[in-house]
């Protein structure tokens, strides 16, 4: 059937590619910190079924958390701390809105070792960086720090 219409193979072909990438990018979440499994999974949701940056996730944070290989209290921690530098916001358990995808994407993308707080990741957007601890505006001193 898809050979004698050369449209439909190419759609299926596209289809299968994508899905394709989906498993090998869950494939790769084993070699990833937890932060940035979580990170990784929302930016997931956002291409896949998310409308002008709101997600109503399908799943609880604990399905979330068996899924990604990780904790519940990680997958919380790292929501709080993503909501706290205002990377997204939490309106409900099982909504979430991505303010600023770029942040989350710069946090969270594997690199060589960088001075983003995360071994092994590099510099977050030049608006703020994620540590894993808090955001920091970049430009911001920090206790101790000469004046």
């Known amino acids: 059937m898809a050979g004698a219409d050369s449209e439909l193979a190419q759609e299926l072909f596209e289809l299968t590619s994508h899905e394709i990438v989906r498993v090998h990018s869950h494939a790769l979440m084993l070699i990833k910190t937890a932060q940035e499994r ?3 999974f929302l930016l997931e949701m956002c291409e896949r079924i998310s409308i002008r940056g709101l997600i109503v996730l399908p799943m609880s944070r604990q399905d979330i958390a068996d899924y990604l290989g990780v904790t519940i209290e990680t997958v919380s921690r790292t929501f709080t701390l993503l909501e706290h530098s205002g990377v ?3 309106p409900n358990a099982r909504t979430v809105v991505v303010r ?3 942040a989350l994407t710069d946090s969270y993308s594997p690199a060589v070792s960088g001075p983003s707080g995360f071994p092994h990741m590099r510099e977050a957007s030049p608006r703020r960086r ?3 601890i808090s955001a920091v505006p970049s430009n911001d001193r ?6």
Request: glycine share 12%; hydrophobic share 50%.
């Open 38 to 40: 979580v990170a990784s």
């Open 142 to 147: 920090h206790v101790g720090d000469a004046r």
């Open 100 to 102: 600023d995808a770029s």
């Open 88 to 90: 997204i916001a939490l």
């Open 130 to 132: 994620f540590t894993g």
